[in-house]
C-alpha cells in the first residue's frame, strides 16, 4: 500500500508554491502599474500642435479587438475552444454587456480628457475613483472593511493630494519661456469629466468583479463575452459619429504600443478581479500615480519637488494598515 503523506502548511514545497505564487503576483501588479502610469505621458507624447493625430474611438476599437483576439487564442491554446461550438444563451452572455458598455464610456473619456488637462492633472485626480469604488465596494458587494482599511483607503486619496504638490516646481511654472504643454492646468469641463469617469469607473470595476466571479466558466471564455461586446459597442459608437479623420489616420509607432499596452492591462485587470478583488485595483492605481510623474518628469520636462517622497510613503502606509 502507499502511503502519502500530507505535507504541513510550512512544508518546503508549500513554502516554495507560496514564493512563486506571490513572485507573480508582485511581477503582474508592477506591469500594471508601468502601464496604467505611462498612459498619460504616452497620449501627451502623440500630440502634434496639442491635439492628439488619431481618431480615439477608432484607437478604442483596436484596444478592443486586440483584447477579443488575444483571449480567443487563449481559450483555444487552453483546449477550451469545444466551448464555443454551441451558442451560449443570452442569459449568460447578457451580463457581460453593461461593463462593456461601461468601459466603452471610460476608455473614450480617458483620451478625451488630454484635451482639458496635463498628464499629471489627469493622474491625480483620477484618484477620486479610490473614494468611489471603495463606496461601491462596500455596498454592492457587501464587503465590510475594517477601520484600518478605510484608514488606509483615505491616505491613498490623500496621497493623490500631496501628489498635486510634488509634480512640478511652481515656482518655474511662472516662467515665460516654461511651454504651455507642460504647465499643470484643468478646464472646468475637464475637472466634469474626471468627475464622471471615477464614478463610472468604481462602478465598472465592481459589476466586473461580481460577474467574474459569479459564473464559474473560464476567464478567457468571460473575457471572450465581454470583449465581443467591447468590440461591437465601440464599432458602433466610431461609425456612427462622423470624424475629419479616417480609422487609422494618424496611428504612428507610438500609439500603437499605446494600444498594445491598454490592452495588456485590460487583460491583467481581468485576473486580479477573477482572482483578486477590487481594492487591489486601486493600489494599483495609486502607484502608477508616481510612475506617471518620474515619466512626465523624464519624458515632458515636468519638474518634481522635495514633496515627492510623501505621497511614496502615504501609499506605503496604506498598503500596511490596509494588507496587515
Known amino acids: 500500500m502507499i502511503v502519502i503523506h500530507a ?6 514545497a508549500t513554502i516554495r508554491r507560496q514564493w512563486v ?22 497620449i501627451t507624447l502623440t500630440k502634434v500642435d496639442g491635439q492628439v493625430p488619431f481618431n480615439p474611438s477608432s484607437c478604442v476599437v483596436m484596444i478592443e479587438m486586440t483584447k477579443l483576439l488575444i ?30 458598455m461601461l468601459y466603452a464610456l471610460n476608455n473614450n473619456l ?6 482639458y ?14 473614494a468611489t469604488t471603495a463606496l461601491l465596494y462596500s455596498v454592492c458587494l457587501g464587503k465590510r472593511l475594517r477601520v484600518a482599511q478605510w484608514l488606509g483607503l483615505g491616505l491613498l486619496t490623500g496621497a493623490g493630494v500631496c501628489h498635486s504638490y510634488s509634480t512640478l516646481d511652481f515656482g518655474d511654472l511662472e516662467k515665460p519661456e ?19 469617469y ?55 509607432v507610438l500609439v500603437w504600443v499605446i494600444i498594445a499596452g ?34 512626465s518628469w523624464a519624458a515632458l520636462g515636468l519638474q518634481l519637488t522635495y514633496y515627492f517622497p510623501l505621497p511614496v510613503s502615504m501609499i506605503g502606509l496604506a498598503a500596511y494598515l490596509y494588507y496587515k
Open 21 to 42: 505564487k506571490r513572485t507573480q503576483w508582485g511581477f503582474l501588479l508592477g506591469l500594471m502599474v508601468l502601464i496604467y502610469g505611462s498612459h498619460a505621458p504616452l
Open 117 to 130: 488637462m496635463d498628464p499629471s492633472s489627469y493622474q491625480v485626480l483620477s484618484n477620486l475613483k479610490i
Open 262 to 295: 491598454q490592452a495588456a492591462n485590460g487583460l491583467l485587470m481581468s485576473v486580479v478581479l477573477k482572482h483578486g478583488n477590487g481594492i487591489t485595483r486601486l493600489f494599483v492605481i495609486s502607484c502608477s500615480m508616481l510612475v506617471n510623474a518620474l515619466m
Open 198 to 252: 471615477c464614478c463610472v469607473s468604481g462602478l465598472a470595476a465592481v459589476y466586473t468583479e461580481k460577474v467574474l466571479k459569479s459564473q464559474k466558466l473560464p476567464l478567457s471564455l468571460q473575457n471572450l463575452y465581454l470583449y465581443v461586446f467591447g468590440v461591437a459597442i465601440n464599432g458602433l459608437s466610431f461609425f456612427s459619429v462622423a470624424s475629419e479623420k479616417s480609422f487609422l489616420e494618424g496611428y504612428s
Open 7 to 12: 505535507e504541513g502548511t510550512s512544508s518546503p
Open 110 to 115: 480617458i483620451v478625451n480628457m488630454q484635451a
Open 71 to 100: 483571449s480567443l487564442a487563449t481559450l483555444v491554446l487552453t483546449g477550451g475552444a469545444s466551448s464555443l461550438r454551441t451558442p451560449p444563451s443570452l442569459m449568460l452572455v447578457a451580463p457581460y454587456a453593461v461593463p462593456a
Open 178 to 196: 516654461v511651454q504651455e504643454g507642460t504647465r499643470l492646468h484643468i478646464t472646468a469641463w475637464g475637472l466634469f469629466l474626471v468627475l464622471i
